[in-house]
């Protein structure tokens, strides 16, 4: 069965400094990796994915995060932090092989301090 | 605008009183996809579909049912809703092309409360 772990409940960081959010994921096949945002009231919103390719991904807002294959770990990271950002984040994974169910992360609550 | 619609917004419902909640896409998307999201837990899938009257069991179906009988829509039943019940719920669609696979899009979601 596929899983994800996001081990940290919540992650505060100063505005400007880095952050890193952290996920890591169990899948039999290729993974497919999602990184998604909620704020308050609001749907989930694509961030960004990996498929295949750069292990190095860019997405929207200037996050971007690392695929490590060994590690199966996909962490979200932007070199510098806005209280904007402050939000809900959701891992999710996907076998690529062909089992199409998507399995969510716990979420990790981002907070940013001014 | 592309998107996913979810209806209604917030429900508050007595136990054992059937509902649904509508869920329509706009985006041509084959898979679909129903979750709630509980604190600590996350969001935990309740039902897929994979296309119209293809749908499939997720990690959490008991109490509730789907239908896919139009590509774009795909309803949400609880015939006897239970307390246990009330949680945020989110309709999304992807698409099957993994090319063109920028993840779900999700719909605002539902709040249920069952008294």
Redesign the interface.
């Given at each position: 069965a596929q899983s994800v772990a996001?081990p940290e409940?919540q992650v505060n960081v100063a505005e400007g400094n880095p952050l890193t959010v952290k996920c890591t994921y169990s899948v039999s096949g290729n993974p497919?990796l999602?990184w998604?945002v909620q704020y308050p009231?609001?749907?989930?919103?694509?961030l960004l994915?990996y498929?295949t390719g750069d292990n190095l991904v860019k997405g929207s807002y200037g996050f971007e995060a690392e695929f490590n294959k060994s590690q199966t770990s996909f962490h979200l990271k932007k070199p510098s932090a806005l209280v904007s950002d402050s939000a809900l984040y959701?891992c999710?994974v996907r076998d690529?092989g062909g089992y199409?169910?998507?399995?969510?992360?716990?979420?990790t609550k981002l907070q940013v301090i001014p | 605008e592309a998107q996913v619609t979810q209806n209604p917004r917030y429900l508050i419902t007595v136990t054992g009183k059937k509902l649904t909640v509508t869920c329509s896409q706009n985006m041509n998307h084959e898979y679909m996809s129903w979750y709630r999201q509980d604190p600590g837990l996350g969001l935990r899938q309740i039902y897929y579909s994979m296309n119209v009257e293809v749908t499939d069991k997720g990690d959490v179906p008991e109490g509730y049912k789907v239908s896919r009988k139009e590509k774009r829509n795909f309803p949400l039943i609880l015939e006897s809703p239970s307390p246990n019940q009330t949680s945020l719920y989110f309709c999304a669609s992807r698409p099957r092309d993994s090319l063109v696979d920028y993840g779900y899009t999700f719909g605002s979601g539902t709040r249920l409360t069952v008294v």
């Open positions: 996001q409940d497919y999602f998604y009231n609001r749907g989930l919103q694509f994915k498929i959701f999710a690529g199409q169910k998507v399995t969510f992360g716990t979420g | -």
